[in-house]
T-cell receptor
Framework: QQPVQSPQAVILREGEDAVINCSSSKALYSVHWYRQKHGEAPVFLMILLKGGEQKGHEKISASFNEKKQQSSLYLTASQLSYSGTYFCGTGVMDSNYQLIWGAGTKLIIKP | EAQVTQNPRYLITVTGKKLTVTCSQNMNHEYMSWYRQDPGLGLRQIYYSMNVEVTDKGDVPEGYKVSRKEKRNFPLILESPSPNQTSLYFC???????????FGPGTRLTVT
């Protein structure tokens, strides 16, 4: 079953913060975050494994709440280059090779 | 340069005319996968392969075939395309125990 991403879309001014959530009804082994710019292929941002570890990537970080089967992506002091669609891919406990992807969250950053 | 290549990038075809979309990677990755991307649905996996001669169905395999005769190549075959297969297709690869998937540039397919 596809994980649910929220919000579906968000518009920010440059410098503002954003949080994107990814929730699954299945027990998760991993959560993968990707960003896709318009007309381009998805690009890997980070992966989180069960255990609630928080990972960071410059001003983009993420957390994984194992109890809630939920991951959140935090974009701090957003830049114009952060615009794009963010996807979470979830790895379930019984299948480490397949990812089930959310529908995506479109992020628009305005100057 | 490490990359995944797909050909063609754009294809317009008619219902029932067999077609093949090629995918090749130069990173010696064991795992390769095909996805289709449709608005509002995100990425849906069609087929994946964990190594040469090892393939398995993803979430939406109907109407598609794949083969993995060489480690670097993973072609997607539509034997009788239909309009509901109009979509944006991505090929991806990664090491079997790796975490980051590398995506190809995408193939936009239109079936009329």
């Amino acid at each position: 079953q596809q994980p649910v991403q929220s919000p579906q879309a968000v518009i920010l001014r440059e410098g503002e913060d954003a949080v994107i959530n990814c929730s699954s009804s299945k027990a998760l082994y991993s959560v993968h975050w990707y960003r896709q710019k318009h007309g381009e292929a998805p690009v890997f941002l980070m992966i989180l494994l069960k255990g609630g570890e928080q990972k960071g990537h410059e001003k983009i970080s993420a957390s994984f709440n194992e109890k809630k089967q939920q991951s959140s992506l935090y974009l701090t002091a957003s830049q114009l280059s952060y615009s794009g669609t963010y996807f979470c891919g979830t790895g379930v406990m019984d299948s480490n090779y397949q990812l089930i992807w959310g529908a995506g969250t479109k992020l628009i950053i305005k100057p | 340069e490490a990359q995944v290549t797909q050909n063609p990038r754009y294809l317009i075809t008619v219902t029932g005319k067999k077609l093949t979309v090629t995918c090749s990677q130069n990173m010696n990755h064991e795992y390769m996968s095909w996805y289709r991307q449709d608005p509002g649905l995100g990425l849906r996996q069609i087929y994946y392969s964990m190594n040469v001669e090892v393939t398995d169905k993803g979430d939406v395999p109907e109407g598609y075939k794949v083969s993995r005769k060489e480690k670097r190549n993973f072609p997607l075959i539509l034997e009788s395309p239909s309009p509901n297969q109009t979509s944006l297709y991505f090929c991806a690869s990664r090491p079997l125990t790796g975490r980051e998937q590398y995506f190809g540039p995408g193939t936009r397919l239109t079936v009329t």
